[in-house]
């Protein structure tokens, strides 16, 4: 998996997509009621941190258990995804926990999940995955991108999602770097 600017260019997309969508079909003009629709909503501080911790509890909790099942039935492949994401440069991997994970969050749980649903948003989601060349990868991120697309359902705030996953993910890179 290398990163190169077609990778940028899919976040614009990811970003403009729910935009022009929005704009055309829901005809919202006013660009903060844009953001509002696809839950990026101001609350207070410790709810959104409330919020934050349980979900990124959870989804740690969650992957944990798919590591572990994975293991166990000796189908487990994710060392082809710590290999690829070693291979990426730190200023990368920045800009993947806080560019791409925001985009992530803004086009697959703020705007299809209302639209097309929590399994097919996620199945998306999911074949985004394929790159890594892990299959466990793929059925991990469909379980864990149907949580997110629920828990975003659940709150009906993007932001706490968007926090537990950059979380999520700098966690697991951290575990990543020190095994």
Same mark, same amino acid.
């Given at each position: 998996?290398?990163?190169?600017?077609?990778?940028?260019?899919?976040?614009?997309?990811?970003?403009?997509?729910?935009?022009?969508?929005?704009?055309?079909?829901?005809?919202?003009?006013?660009?903060?009621?844009?953001?509002?629709?696809?839950?990026?909503?101001?609350?207070?501080?410790?709810?959104?941190?409330?919020?934050?911790?349980?979900?990124?509890?959870?989804?740690?909790?969650? +992957?944990? *258990? #798919?590591?572990?099942?994975?293991?166990?039935?000796?189908? /487990?492949?994710? %060392?082809?995804? $710590?290999?690829? @994401? =070693?291979?990426?440069?730190?200023?990368?991997?920045?800009?993947?926990?806080?560019?791409?994970?925001?985009?992530?969050?803004?086009?697959?749980?703020?705007?299809?999940?209302?639209?097309?649903?929590?399994?097919? +948003?996620? *199945? #998306?989601?999911?074949?985004?995955?394929?790159?890594?060349? /892990?299959?466990? %990868?793929?059925? $991990?991120?469909? @379980? =864990?991108?149907?949580?997110?697309?629920?828990?975003?359902?659940?709150?009906?705030?993007?932001?706490?999602?968007?926090?537990?996953?950059?979380?999520?993910?700098?966690?697991?890179?951290?575990?990543?770097?020190?095994?």
């Amino acid at each position: 998996m290398q990163y190169i600017p077609e990778d940028f260019l899919l976040d614009v997309f990811l970003f403009l997509i729910p935009f022009y969508f929005i704009f055309l079909v829901d005809r919202i003009t006013i660009i903060s009621q844009v953001f509002r629709s696809q839950g990026l909503i101001k609350k207070p501080f410790w709810e959104i941190l409330k919020q934050t911790v349980i979900i990124f509890f959870l989804l740690f909790c969650l +992957s944990y *258990a #798919l590591g572990l099942f994975s293991y166990l039935f000796g189908v /487990s492949d994710l %060392e082809l995804v $710590g290999e690829e @994401i =070693l291979k990426i440069s730190p200023i990368l991997i920045i800009y993947l926990f806080v560019i791409r994970v925001f985009m992530e969050e803004w086009f697959f749980r703020g705007f299809l999940t209302p639209r097309i649903g929590a399994i097919f +948003s996620s *199945a #998306l989601f999911a074949v985004g995955h394929f790159a890594y060349g /892990s299959w466990v %990868e793929v059925l $991990g991120a469909f @379980i =864990l991108g149907l949580f997110l697309a629920k828990m975003y359902e659940k709150t009906g705030n993007l932001w706490p999602n968007v926090f537990a996953h950059t979380l999520y993910n700098f966690v697991i890179y951290l575990f990543m770097i020190a095994l």
